[in-house]
């Protein structure tokens, strides 16, 4: 166990995709006869990577505040406001100086349209951005300009990736709020409000009926999770955000598939002030990525050339079962191995492990799907239903993505394609960016000037102007780096923000 830990995440992932796909590939799914169950290296990553997931929230386990109220009842309207904690107390959280936060309780949608409710952070600047409209597009009376009125603050609705799939893993009790400065920091730092969904299973605690697991992946639900978190803040904060502000969706890997599906609801039910959406590295359809990642590997003569985002995508395969099982709970998992079956319903779900106690808890595990099953037609169906892309959506979109990203850049460019050629999509903008070098979360930081710059020209631009790339759909640009062979080349991010107890505050001396 000792010498495992060290290794990146990376190398785990991609240990365990190549190992699952090897023992897949070479001979049918029979139980070997060995013992499926958790042994004690496996307790030991188990327990290790609980430990460190713990060590991470602001709270213990999961706080009252995620606790559903008394008043809640599955027949209240979408974006009712359930719970508001005006001002969390941040001295368990990493939150930059001047800087403030609150959380807030609301109702969202799932994919059947059942009413669930959904915790979300709500990070404050120290001062708001002022947005003020460009010469020639001033019009006294517009009332979007906060120029004059310190406390009016623009939006950007933040979609959070991969965090893991049981309630502990709700990002807003997190110490750092999962992206730190990557994102989240940075846009409250630059003036804007950010409210952050935690999505529904994530936070709040399951209902009685199961009907709060998290559907992960499933874009256009949590599209539902981040409209209604939008409307709600509007409601808990009216003082301080105009029910028609300007606002900017955005969201990375999973929640660039948010963002996406967001843009698309917005083609659908539009919202007042949106300016456009940011989706970074997303996850559009997950089902033909594995299809085609077991292609290449079976196809690739040496495994260690083959582009990261084909193990990766192996990598991810137990988990799309579980998410298949989400929204369509007669599935019943059956994709898994008999061994991973065990693993994440014996071992990850009762321990409520998040994304790094699941990649622990997995290794070793050589055998975790049943072969074909993403040919199953429910599997088939859940990536109809679940996917992003290639339909009508409402831009401005910029789609940004690393040329070593954990995704496919020609699967996503057919994507991009293929979403222009949908009719009425002509004359929405639609931008792609493919940063040379980078992978999945470098990319962000890769392209924070432009991301930055983008949001600050949307939410300066008038309701129903264009702006920057203005209604073309499908401009695509390669951006090459400087030094980007020395540079930080992971699939996760290569740093974190690290917090001192109270009697360790000599740290921060560092
Ligand atoms: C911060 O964490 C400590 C334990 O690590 C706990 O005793 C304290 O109540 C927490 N404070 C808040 C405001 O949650
Ligand atoms: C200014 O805004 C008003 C109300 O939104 C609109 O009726 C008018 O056409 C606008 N004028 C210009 C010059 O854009
Ligand atoms: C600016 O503030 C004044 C009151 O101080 C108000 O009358 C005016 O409408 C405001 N202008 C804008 C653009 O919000
Ligand atoms: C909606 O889906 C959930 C699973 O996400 C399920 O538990 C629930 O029974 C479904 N409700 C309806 C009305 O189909
Ligand atoms: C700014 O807006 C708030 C909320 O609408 C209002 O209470 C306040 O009077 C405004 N301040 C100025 C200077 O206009
Ligand atoms: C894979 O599953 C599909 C649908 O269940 C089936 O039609 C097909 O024959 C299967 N292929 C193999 C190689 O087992």
Redesign the pocket.
Known sequence: MKSLLPLSMQAISIAIALSSFLETSASAQESTGSSTACDKDCQDLVDTGIAFERSSRAHEGVDDFYTIPNEFDPSMEPGTLLRVEEHTDITNYTVPGGLTMSRIMYTSESLNGTVVPVSAFVLWPYAPFEYEHKAGHSNSSCPSSNT??S??FPLVAWAHGTSGVFPPCAPSNYRSLQYNFMTAYSLALDGFVVIATDYAGLGVTTLPDGAQSHAWLAGPAGANDVTYAIDAVRKAFP?NLDADGPFVAMGHSQGGGVAWSFAERQAVHPQKGYRGTISISPATRVIDEIERAMDVLGAAEDPATVPIWAPTALGLQVKVVAAVTAVYPEYNDVGMSEAAYDRWHNVLEPAGGCLVTDTLSFLGVTDQVRANWTADPLVREWQDVASSGRKAFRGPMLVIVGGEDALPVDMLEEDVEATCAVEGNEGQGLEMEVYGGMQHFPVIQASRGKWMRWVKERISTPAGHSSGGGGVCGKKTVVEGFNTEYTSHTIAPNWLVSWASPMEAYKYAL
């Open positions: 004059n009125n406390t009016k003082a």
